[in-house]
């Protein structure tokens, strides 16, 4: 059987909105290589490796307890405490890996981008999937606890929007995707960027409901609250399992529009800055 010649053409974009998305399926092959390689180089030369994934959010649930819920005595909506945080924390640990992962998509590979072609946008993409499946084998973790509090007959329930749960998880990848790939694009002229992301992300999860119950914001101030694109899929996603803040549903189309336009705005710079980020990096 005979094979077929393929030839790829490299063209330069000399187009603002020529972004090339279907590049990626072509290289779908390079994104599982990846992502492989994030998950060997992150646990390369630790005694505990993968068991830090769990680790992590059981000690970061411990200490929430601990700071907000028993010296700060924030209110939880009478969820038990522990399950209160630990639900926030592992969600918006989704968004956050998503964005630091794509943050550092140029200063961190200019070896391989400098030898050879391929869609830069591989990097964050396998990033945000290796994002997605430290997240799922958290919920495991979170499953787990629910159950434990369920057989102590603290009333916890399942809703039916679970359903929903993977457009959450796609909406908060593609807003940290998009403002990590934003940053990365700036950062290969502008580093003082790479030290304020940690400032601003900071700032931005107690601008988030991870820590604080939606309550304690005063009315005169949850229209401005919920124009914080993650505000929403944050509420939505301990709607899932608490059933709070039933309301929430009608801000998340609103969430969506901006994440939309984050990403896309996202990938149009990113695009122009790969043009000659060897150069400046």
């Not at 998305?21 to 599982?32: N, S």
């Not at 010296?71 to 405490?81: C, F, V």
């Not at 107690?206 to 604080?212: G, L, M, N, Q, S």
Request: glycine share 8%; charged share 10%.
């Amino acid at each position: 059987m005979m094979q077929k010649n393929t030839h790829i053409v490299i063209t330069p974009r000399t187009n603002l909105l020529d972004i090339r998305l279907g590049e990626l399926i072509r290289y779908q092959d390079l994104i599982w290589l990846f992502f492989k390689r994030n998950y060997i180089t992150r646990y390369k030369q630790t005694v505990l490796g993968p068991a830090w994934l769990i680790i992590s959010p059981l000690f970061t649930m411990m200490i929430y307890t601990i700071v907000f819920g028993r010296i700060a005595g924030l209110s939880t909506d009478h969820i038990p405490q522990p399950l209160f945080y630990m639900t926030g924390n592992i969600f918006w640990c989704l968004f956050s890996d998503c964005l630091y992962g794509a943050a550092s998509t140029f200063t961190g590979n200019t070896g391989i981008f400098g030898k050879v072609y391929f869609p830069r946008l591989v990097v964050p993409v396998s990033n945000m999937i290796t994002s997605c499946a430290d997240f799922i084998i958290k919920l495991g973790l979170l499953a787990i606890l629910i159950g434990f509090y369920a057989f102590r007959g603290d009333g916890l329930f399942l809703s039916g929007r679970i359903v929903i749960l993977p457009l959450l998880m796609l909406q908060v990848c593609l807003t940290g995707m998009g403002i990590g790939i934003l940053v990365s694009a700036l950062t290969t002229k502008y580093r003082d960027l790479q030290v304020l992301v940690g400032f601003g992300m900071q700032i931005w999860m107690y601008a988030t409901p991870v820590i604080y119950s939606r309550t304690m914001i005063p009315q005169g101030f949850q229209k401005l609250f919920m124009c914080n694109p993650v505000t929403p899929a944050v509420l939505l996603f301990k709607n899932i399992f608490f059933g709070t803040d039933a309301d929430v549903m009608k801000y998340w189309g609103i969430s969506w529009v901006i994440t939309v336009f984050i990403f896309f705005f996202g990938v149009i710079v990113f695009n122009q800055a790969e043009k000659n980020f060897m150069d400046t990096v």
